[in-house]
């Protein structure tokens, strides 16, 4: 299989690149079923995946996409998670996943300068992180033009729905310039939708790289995908 990071050829049934690590196979945000790299439909509930993006699309996000959870969560959350990892491998744990994504990102970009859109994505995706962080929340995917998050896990947290919450309106507050300095210089909106849910998970696997995976337990990851999905652009 082809590593869809540095496009090293892989031997047949290895689970994760021979040359970079990245892990050959992703889930999907609506179901969590396995999808392969070049997917561009979930075989499983038949969601649309970021793989069917255009090559521009694609390649304004990559600079986030192809990243490892530690190069882009700050150092006081990546101790905190590195030390907890132990206790939490294998472990049940009630959480509240969030997603956000920019509404129309696809058709925002199409025929812009790619170094534009990479700047109007990336600088989206920046603030979304931020929010997160903020509340001590945990992005453990970039989907090209959105993210996935996680409060509750692997950083414990009671309160984990209330942080959502908060992260979720200072993401939509925190929008607002850029999307102003964006409709005034490029001349696109720049809407951004969010959509949560709590419910269990379980932590599978922690690795040194701060790479984790989380499978759901019942329905909690796709009803989040869900309430993003019919969330209007600019609300939660």
Request: proline share 5%.
């Amino acid at each position: 299989m082809e590593c869809a990071n540095c496009r090293t050829q892989n031997r047949d049934g290895v689970l994760f690149c021979e040359r970079c690590g990245t892990k050959l196979e992703r889930s999907c945000p609506s179901c969590s079923a396995a999808v392969p790299p070049d997917a561009m439909f979930c075989g499983a509930c038949g969601h649309k995946l970021a793989a069917d993006a255009p090559v521009e699309a694609r390649a304004t996000a990559s600079a986030l996409a192809a990243e490892n959870p530690g190069s882009y969560t700050p150092a006081h959350l990546a101790e905190r998670i590195l030390n907890s990892r132990a206790v939490l491998e294998g472990e049940r744990k009630q959480v509240t996943v969030l997603f956000a994504d920019i509404c129309g990102s696809l058709g925002m970009i199409d025929g812009a300068d790619p170094e534009h859109a990479q700047q109007i994505l990336d600088t989206s995706v920046q603030v979304m992180m931020d929010a997160v962080h903020r509340y001590e929340g945990t992005v453990n995917k970039v989907l090209g033009d959105g993210i996935m998050a996680l409060f509750g896990a692997p950083i414990a947290h009671e309160d984990h729905a209330v942080r959502a919450a908060y992260a979720a309106l200072t993401l939509q507050r925190e929008l607002q310039p850029v999307a102003a300095e964006v409709r005034r210089k490029h001349g696109v909106e720049v809407r951004a939708r969010v959509g949560f849910h709590s419910g269990e998970v379980v932590v599978r696997t922690i690795g040194n790289d701060l790479s984790m995976t989380y499978d759901a337990i019942g329905p909690t990851v796709h009803l989040a995908s869900r309430m993003e999905q019919l969330a209007a652009p600019g609300t939660v």
